[in-house]
């Protein structure tokens, strides 16, 4: 059983002051233990202010996912919506609401998992909340982070001509959830990082907007298919996409290749789909991460694949979708 709201509330503020005890840059002027917290957002920048549910059988299972990976699940959804817009992190709310059954050892792990990526990405907790909840683990994770006035990478900025990116290889998170569904139910985070363990693209997407490479952006939380689909409506084009040039990813020991279908519509890759001006330099890597150019925006409001023997195809959105189907993610 989870210790009483008050002690779990005491539990977090150490273990956040802790966390959070060596950043050079502070942005929470007051935290945890006051009404509302206080965020310092740099001069000259605009507040990023993103919030994204995990809950239990739907986002994860805790019979599959360590009660860490839990955690660092739910805080790399908000870090890489950040990352999408080029905006920098600051300070993360918690709010927590777990069954009665549920042992204290799982929430202590759930939050180690957090905090630990809290630590490496810059990021403070700055509060949230926490309740009993009649059935299943949910928890809400508010993220606030800042970007230069007016330097925000939009998903609307996309034009013809520019050409299309994606950051990493794709599908290895769907990957792993189907050997999952298909009754490997203990499966070895360390083999399968980019479904336990996800990096946000925090680095990549800071360079991206310095150097001022994406004319638009997006995260690939909802799959390849359908996240481009949000960037082509909210810029007004279409494109065409070349699917022998997806990165894809590889998973599990041996590493196996996994299929096309994973990389194109399997979502929570958490890499950054963007656009680029045509005369744009775009490197080949971003500190460390691969950078491959997958295709072109065009005037025509419609998604085309292009197949390994030529042939031309419709591109419809087929990854991710509330409400459309009942899944785990």
Request: proline share 7%; with cysteine.
């Amino acid at each position: 059983m989870p210790l009483p709201e008050r002690q779990l509330i005491s539990r977090l503020k150490r273990a956040s002051q802790t966390s959070a005890a060596r950043f050079a840059h502070r942005p929470l002027i007051a935290g945890i233990g006051e009404d509302c917290s206080i965020v310092r957002i740099p001069s000259g920048h605009e507040a990023l202010v993103t919030t994204d549910f995990s809950l239990e059988s739907v986002h994860f299972r805790r019979e599959w996912h360590p009660a860490k990976s839990v955690g660092h699940r739910c805080l790399a959804r908000g870090l890489s919506d950040i990352a999408a817009m080029g905006g920098e992190p600051a300070a993360a709310f918690l709010s927590l609401a777990i069954p009665p059954k549920v042992p204290q050892k799982w929430v202590d792990d759930f939050i180690g998992g957090f905090l630990a990526l809290a630590k490496k990405s810059g990021v403070v907790l700055a509060g949230g909340d926490t309740a009993s909840s009649p059935e299943g683990i949910l928890a809400d994770v508010i993220m606030i982070g800042s970007v230069p006035t007016g330097k925000a990478i939009l998903r609307s900025g996309a034009r013809p001509g520019d050409l299309v990116y994606v950051t990493g290889a794709l599908g290895g998170a769907a990957a792993t959830l189907g050997l999952l569904y298909s009754g490997a139910a203990k499966l070895h985070a360390r083999s399968f990082p980019a479904h336990f363990f996800p990096v946000p693209r925090i680095k990549v997407a800071r360079v991206l907007r310095q150097k001022n490479i994406a004319s638009s952006m997006i995260d690939i939380s909802d799959g390849l298919s359908t996240d481009l689909s949000h960037m082509c409506d909210e810029s007004g084009v279409g494109a065409e996409i070349h699917e022998q040039k997806i990165p894809r990813a590889k998973i599990g020991s041996p590493r196996r290749t996994v299929e096309p279908r994973f990389a194109l519509n399997g979502g929570d890759d958490y890499e950054l789909l963007f656009a680029a001006r045509p005369r744009t330099s775009v490197p080949c890597n971003i500190v460390g991460v691969p950078v491959t150019q997958i295709g072109r925006i065009t005037r025509q409001k419609q998604m085309r694949l292009v197949l390994g023997d030529g042939s031309v195809t419709e591109l419809k959105p087929r990854g991710w979708e509330h409400f459309g189907r009942a899944s785990t993610r």
